[in-house]
């Protein structure tokens, strides 16, 4: 019979192997627990990875680059212009000095009596191609006596237009040397409007930065132009020279006037060569 040390013995040494066993077992579910979880990190990773190149590879399949929107451009001329009550002949008219200095050498038209009949027809020479214009001293006599002055002179010669709009008020605006949309002859004159004045496709008409602070500058209307009566038209486009201003048109702009004034530089350039006017 087994004496009590005996058993003590052997209650000691099945007390260890239990423990072994125990800790035996605790290390393999350790090691189960950590492959298990890099086996899920890794199809987590894998999974992410795939998602990530799947929606990728479907965002360039099934989202092409959008397209710019083609400008719709009016192809009827509108009614030439024409005041409802005929002008004095001759009109007085006044170039004052405006405080800023001239972005070229010029010289101001004379002071004085200018007639308020007959036309006047100029060609602007660019780059892109001939604009005719027709200018007319029934509609503004004095606008038409700056614009010829101004051509005679070289103003316009070597300048480009600095702006063009092409959704809601579709025009090319130019007559600026310094190509900001700020520069002008260093004088200005007053505004030759008359209330009834509808502006449209083929018209030419002053710009200005509010009542009478006409300058050099002046735009050229291709399309709509939805605009109060307060700028001076001084004449018109023909077709011809339409078509050259609706090929810049469709090539748009880089939206440097947004959101106001509107529009932008022309992404095809428009450089004036010369202005030539024809007595």
Same mark, same amino acid.
């Given at each position: 019979?087994?004496?009590?040390e ?20 605790? =290390?393999?579910r ?21 998602f ?36 004095? #002949? ?7 000095p $405006? ?45 038409? $006596?700056?614009f ?34 700020? %520069? ?5 004159? #007053?505004?030759?409007t ?13 710009? $200005? ?13 291709? %399309? ?22 609706? #090929?810049?048109?469709?090539? %748009? ?8 004034? %509107?529009?932008?530089?022309?992404? =095809?350039?428009?450089?004036?060569? =010369?202005?030539?006017? =024809?007595?």
């Amino acid at each position: 019979m087994p004496s009590n040390e005996q058993r003590r013995q052997a209650a000691k040494r099945k007390l260890e192997r239990q423990l072994e066993r125990r800790a035996v077992q605790a =290390k393999r579910r350790r090691t189960i627990t950590i492959g298990a979880t890099i086996v899920v990190v890794i199809a987590v990773v894998v999974g992410v990875f795939y998602f990530t190149r799947t929606s990728d590879d479907t965002a360039q399949q099934e989202i092409p680059p959008q397209a710019q929107p083609e400008i719709q451009i009016p192809t009827e001329l509108a009614p030439a212009p024409k005041r409802p009550t005929p002008l004095a #002949d001759p009109v007085s008219c006044e170039y004052k000095p $405006n405080g800023e200095p001239a972005s070229k050498p010029v010289n101001p038209p004379a002071n004085g009596q200018v007639s308020s009949n007959g036309t006047v027809q100029a060609t602007i020479n660019t780059n892109q191609g001939a604009i005719p214009l027709t200018l007319d001293r029934s509609l503004a006599p004095c606008t038409v $006596n700056s614009f010829v002055s101004l051509a005679q002179q070289g103003f316009y010669d070597g300048t480009s237009c600095h702006r063009i709009g092409t959704t809601g008020l579709q025009m090319l605006q130019c007559g600026d040397p310094s190509g900001s949309g700020s %520069g002008g002859p260093g004088y200005a004159f #007053d505004d030759e409007t008359f209330p009834e004045l509808q502006y449209g496709r083929g018209y030419l008409a002053m710009a $200005n930065s509010g009542p009478n602070t006409n300058g050099s500058q002046f735009f050229m209307v291709f %399309g709509e132009a939805p605009l109060s009566p307060d700028y001076t038209v001084f004449g018109t486009i023909t077709e011809e020279g339409l078509k050259v201003i609706d #090929d810049v048109a469709r090539a %748009g702009d880089d939206g440097a006037y947004e959101p106001s004034p %509107g529009g932008g530089k022309p992404n =095809k350039q428009v450089n004036f060569e =010369k202005v030539e006017i =024809k007595a």
